[in-house]
């Protein structure tokens, strides 16, 4: 175990080690396998009695001390009055979506402590056009862009350009709001398509960016608003089919730690990345507690950012979790107060953490619900299984209900051998038209590269 210490802004914070209040319950929001991990490495720190999972999924009584509560992410009102009524120490939010419709503010205005940004820091990830802006005034390298509000405008660019750009819509589109063209004709028919309504309101904008090549790895930061920690770099994969072919997905598997970083490249993502962002946010007045996630292409010319989220990523997320210690409850709770320098320092597992997705028949565009699933995965084993898209039916029997049904995670201080536990382990599981894919991982085992992490 390695313990991570927090990057002050201001310098002034070293661990001061004054106790937080006191956390027993917690209130997950979000029905993924993101939400499902969440809960259970919440559930199993210490001091935690109850996790509640609101709406949660067919996985999460599957975990000690987790609840699911009937209660939709929209309902702002009785997800509220649950937090009175049942003295919830913190609120976690899982997905952007209400982050960037301001639950967090909601919860915020009625006294509940909550990690995940307000709706105006949630713009990170909601609007690229509002993250480009930050970016360029942070001097945080990304690409080169163009916001533009009409076709006219954007084949202007594309004309004096001369080269496919990258076709991105402004506002949320479940990760498939941006079109990477391989020739110039391509780009205006992505940027045709964006402006004829193919995401609604949020392409009525949309912004054009030089296309950069480069792996694609993900970084996760905890912030407090003042200081921040990085959790292990992880490296999602976000085709459908094996070598990174077929459709853009939510994401099909992940590992973590990602060895195409070196712990010097970490360090430099948080001094030219990470920490400008969070200055700028804060030169800005505002407080952002919650996740900052740069997805990052590593160029020729250096790390870049493609795109801020605000919120954990989904699968990363599932394999990141095996790795936290028992501080990291804690850790959360404290970003949450604004105060994370009293937090202890999280402990990080050494080992790899593999994890990968379990998908339904049609999974992306059409997925089939229904089919019954069988887990012979035996509860006591070293594998996870993060349920994802699961219901049960009215005789009882766990459902596939969403595109992403399930993932498998496993830990091991050897990286195949992480893997290899992982597809053992797929093979118990069944349903109907299961999809996954089997070369995730596929990069590290070509490149032979050693990482430092
Ligand atoms: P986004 O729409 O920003 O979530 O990007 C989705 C995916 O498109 C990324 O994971 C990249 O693989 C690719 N992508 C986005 N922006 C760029 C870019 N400027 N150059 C090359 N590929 C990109
Ligand atoms: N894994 C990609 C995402 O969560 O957006």
Redesign the pocket.
């Known amino acids: 175990m390695t313990k991570l210490e927090h990057s002050s802004l201001e310098n002034k914070s070293k661990n001061e080690n004054q106790n937080l209040p006191s956390l027993r319950k917690i209130l997950v929001i979000g029905s993924g396998g993101r939400e499902n991990s969440l809960a259970w490495a919440f559930g199993k720190c210490p001091g935690i009695e109850k996790v509640f999972v609101a709406p949660g999924n067919g996985g999460t009584e599957d975990f000690q001390r987790c609840v699911p509560l009937n209660i939709l992410e929209n309902e702002s009102q009785s997800l509220i009055k649950h937090c009175i009524d049942n003295q919830i120490d913190l609120v976690v939010i899982g997905p952007e979506v209400p982050l960037s419709k301001g639950l967090a503010d909601d919860f915020r205005e009625n006294g509940i402590i909550v990690f995940g940004p307000g709706a105006i820091g949630a713009q990170l990830e909601a609007s690229k056009k509002w993250a480009k802006t930050l970016m360029e005034e942070a001097n945080v390298p990304t690409?080169r862009y163009w916001a533009v509000t009409n076709k006219d405008e954007a084949l202007r660019v594309v004309n004096s350009h001369q080269k496919p750009l990258?076709v991105?819509a402004d506002g949320l589109a479940a990760?498939k709001?941006?079109i990477?063209p391989e020739t110039l004709e391509e780009t205006k028919k992505a940027i045709e398509h964006l402006f004829a309504g193919k995401f609604g309101s949020a392409g009525k904008e949309i912004v054009l960016?030089?296309?950069?090549?480069g792996p694609?790895v993900s970084i996760f930061a905890l912030s407090d608003g003042q200081s921040f920690i990085l959790l292990p770099p992880a490296q999602d994969h976000?085709r459908l089919k094996e070598g990174d072919l077929g459709p853009?997905t939510g994401g099909m598997g992940a590992y973590a730690p990602a060895n195409l970083l070196t712990k010097k490249d970490l360090e430099n993502i948080s001094q030219d990345i990470i920490k400008p962002t969070l200055n700028h946010l804060k030169s800005r007045n505002i407080d952002y507690r919650g996740v900052i996630y740069a997805?990052l292409?590593l160029t020729i010319n250096g790390p870049k950012v493609?795109?801020f989220n605000c919120r954990f990523g989904d699968p990363e997320c599932q394999a990141l979790m095996p790795l936290m210690g028992n501080e990291f409850a804690e850790v959360i709770f404290a970003c949450a107060l604004g105060k994370l320098s009293k937090a202890p320092n999280l402990s990080i597992s050494s080992n790899f953490s593999a994890c990968v997705v379990a998908a339904a028949n049609g999974y992306p565009d059409n997925p089939r619900k229904g089919d019954p699933i069988t887990i012979s995965i035996p509860k006591d084993s070293s594998l996870k299984v993060f349920q994802a898209g699961t219901s049960y039916n009215s005789e009882g029997q766990l459902i596939t209900d969403g595109g992403r049904v399930l993932s498998v995670v496993c830990e091991d201080k050897n990286f195949d051998k992480a893997f290899e536990k992982v597809y053992a382990g797929l093979k118990q599981i069944k349903f109907p038209g299961i999809i996954y894919r089997n070369d995730i991982g596929h990069q590290v085992r070509r490149s032979n590269k050693t990482s430092d992490l």
Do not use: P
């Open positions: 690409a990258v991105k990760g709001g941006g990477v960016e030089e296309k950069l090549s694609e976000k853009n997805g292409m493609i795109e």
